[in-house]
């Protein structure tokens, strides 16, 4: 047997010009055996490219055919809620399937507001010996723990106890933000005793999420990781938050340092007993409540489903893409990209900003910057042609503060009508909508909603009228509406 094959040689004519190309000359069995390897892997990748390019392709083309939304407006507007109440109404059960992910974004939120609490007992006077011996607390309910049953607590105690719930929230914060630093918001660096909000909660569009918390999530059955164990440890705690969050000293100090916890966003202290349970499940109701601050722009995808309530003119399947872009300053400039393919607006603005600053810039009004946005928006040629959609947003906290006697003539010097609810947002209304009109395309139709998006009875409403609006306007499927 020869040990080596030989071949003809090709014409030169012939080199390079065909796949897979001709052998060379004089190869021997072992470099044919390598050469045919190479080849064939070449082929694997170029078959690979090609069925990239081809679904890359299919994705446009799928893409084409999408109705796409744009979600604009300041930080805290309710940008992501309102895509909340949209999967609500029209795809329940990926919302639903999503409920562990917002699981650990609300122990999270309450977490952070627990140990912000505790930073600013230590950052503020009282000296360690002043709490164990001035504040003392009296445990309504005993906790289960060792050092508690007494009937008596003091915030020292109190605080040695749920130092824990540092470690419970690394691990929760973790679990949210794969390999990305761990995100502690806007106010970092800022001593306790000058920050009056709990660092943010935040995720990077595009990051994946809720996918990363399902994967990290235990399966029933396996064997308990971190955060099975963060989750006992907040169960133990869930006494001694309790007795924290209704400890008089506590709220005096808050108060002094004219922090109300309770008009933040992502505030869940009055539920501590039900959230921090090992067994705790979200509600809806907790979802929508639920505090992320979005990063950069996150793209999803909203498919509608079939099922009770919905009716043909639903048209389950059909897919709808929502770009919900990060609000704060920082974040405007990842906005513009998405201008010339939306079909759709809907700009929030939240009503209760007006006697509020932006969390990013002290200096700034949020209403005032909501209207600086809203006209910039407006201007925009590229979204001459779009449906436009105004949302002014948490109607039950303007009410709330306009009823606590809080003056919106204070903040808006042109505003001389009655302080009600009726007639600031009959205002609010007139401005925006003013504003709209002094702007090229004058003549684009504007669907304004007075609007609670944490309400789900009424946003129900809502959204069928603003996915109505959305596909008359785009001609889309005009015959099944
Ligand atoms: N009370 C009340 N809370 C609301 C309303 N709308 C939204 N929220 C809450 O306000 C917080 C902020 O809402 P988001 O939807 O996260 O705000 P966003 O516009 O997406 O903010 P960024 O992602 O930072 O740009 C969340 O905790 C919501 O539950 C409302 O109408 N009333
Ligand atoms: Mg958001």
């Not at 604009?72 to 895509?83: P, R, W």
């Not at 995100?183 to 660096?189: A, I, L």
């Not at 963060?230 to 005096?252: M, P």
């Not at 979005?294 to 999803?300: A, M, P, Q, R, Y």
């Amino acid at each position: 047997m020869p040990h080596q094959q030989r071949r003809d040689s090709p014409s030169p004519v012939q080199i390079g010009q065909s796949w897979p190309p001709y052998p060379p000359a004089e190869e021997t069995e072992l470099e044919r055996a390598l050469r045919l390897e190479e080849e064939k892997e070449a082929k694997r990748v170029s078959d690979d490219i090609d069925l990239a390019l081809e679904a890359e392709r299919n994705e446009l083309r799928k893409r084409k055919e999408y109705i796409k939304v744009l979600l604009l407006g300041q930080a805290e507007s309710g940008k992501s809620t309102i895509l909340k109440q949209f999967q609500l109404k029209y795809a329940p059960r990926a919302l639903q399937s999503e409920s562990q992910a917002w699981r650990a974004v609300i122990q999270l939120n309450l977490v952070r507001t627990v140990n912000f609490i505790l930073d600013v007992i230590a950052g503020s006077k009282i000296t360690f010996e002043d709490r164990e011996n001035a504040a003392t607390y009296s445990s309504p309910l005993p906790s289960e723990g060792s050092s508690k049953g007494k009937g008596a607590d003091t915030l020292g105690s109190l605080g040695t106890r749920l130092a824990p719930l540092r470690r419970v929230e690394g691990i929760l914060a973790s679990t949210l933000l794969a390999d990305e630093p761990l995100s502690r918001g806007s106010t970092d660096g800022i001593s306790p005793k000058n920050k009056t909000r709990a660092s943010e909660v935040s995720i990077r569009g595009g990051s994946g999420w809720k996918a990363l918390v399902k994967r990290k999530d235990a399966s029933p059955g396996s064997a308990p990781d971190d955060l099975d164990n963060a989750r006992q440890l907040l169960a133990t705690c869930k006494d001694d938050i309790v007795a924290l969050w209704s400890n008089a000293q506590v709220q005096q100090n808050l108060r002094e340092q004219d922090i109300s916890l309770r008009e933040q966003s992502g505030f869940f202290l009055d539920d501590t007993r039900r959230i921090a349970s090992a067994d705790y499940k979200p509600t809806t109701p907790d979802i929508l409540r639920a505090r992320l601050q979005t990063i950069g722009v996150e793209e999803h995808t909203l498919v509608f489903e079939a099922g009770e309530g919905q009716s043909a003119a639903a048209q389950p399947g059909k897919t709808w893409l929502f770009y919900d872009v990060g609000g704060s300053k920082g974040q405007r400039a990842a906005w513009a990209p998405y201008f010339d393919d939306v079909n759709a607006m809907i700009f929030l603005c939240s009503m209760a900003g007006f006697n509020q600053t932006l969390s990013e810039d002290r200096s700034i009004n949020r209403l005032l910057d909501s209207l600086t946005i809203w006209k910039t928006v407006c201007s925009s040629k590229l979204l001459s042609n779009v449906t436009f959609i105004m949302l002014l947003n948490k109607c039950d906290l303007l009410e709330q503060k306009l009823k606590a006697g809080e003056q919106f003539a204070r903040y808006v010097r042109s505003f001389k009508e009655a302080n009600d609810f009726k007639h600031v947002s009959e205002y609010l209304k007139g401005k925006f909508i003013a504003i709209h009109k002094s702007q090229p395309a004058r003549k684009r139709a504007l669907h304004v909603h007075l609007t609670c998006a944490i309400d789900i009875l009424v946003m129900a409403h809502v959204i069928v009228r603003l996915r109505e609006a959305i596909l008359v306007e785009n001609l889309m499927s005009v015959d099944l509406i």
